[in-house]
Every structure is written in C-alpha cells, then in structure tokens.
C-alpha cells in the first residue's frame, strides 16, 4: 500500500519535464458571458474605511463625502451584518 505522497513522486517521475498547472489564486471571476448583479450600498458612518467582500475579496471604499458604491451583490449580507450599511436608493 503507498501513500499519497509516494503516488505524487511516482506521477511526477513518470512525466519529467512537464510543467504543472498553475495554483489558482482567491476567487474566480463570474464566467464569460455570465455577471453577477451590482447593488448599491450606503456607508452610514462619516470616517472614510476600506471594506473587503466576503465573498469576492474585492475591496470597496465608502466615505461621508462618497456614501454610496455599488457592491457585488454577493458581498453584500456580509456587509450589512456590520451595521455600517444599509441599501442604496
């Protein structure tokens, strides 16, 4: 019986020279054709901040002088759960 990581030494043996796939990092974009729909958010506060999605990882940034962006809908549970948003109009 081997283990896993004497079938991974056998497999890469038994290919030399051919490259690995590369590793895939943080979330995939939507597929072609296919986007996910934006929703306005409300930043409640005055202090300029930085949010990550939770979902996407992408950044957003709100302040009191830019309140409203509009967010990956997603992202957006995440978001209200901090009690900093609410929904845009």
Do not use: K
Not at 17 to 31: I, L, M, Q
Not at 39 to 50: F, G, I, K, M, S
Not at 58 to 74: H, I, K, L, N, Q
Request: net charge positive; charged share 20%; glycine share 12%.
């Amino acid at each position: 019986m081997s283990c896993c990581g004497e079938r991974r030494s056998a497999a890469a043996a038994a290919s030399p020279g051919e490259p690995a796939p590369p590793a895939r990092r943080g979330p995939a974009g939507p597929p072609p054709g296919l986007a996910y729909r934006a929703v306005n958010l409300h930043y409640l506060r005055e202090a300029p901040v930085r949010v990550t999605g939770t979902i996407t990882r992408r950044a957003y940034e709100f302040s009191g002088a830019s309140p409203v962006a509009s967010v990956d809908a997603r992202d957006v549970p995440g978001l209200l759960l901090t009690g900093q948003f609410r929904r845009g109009r």
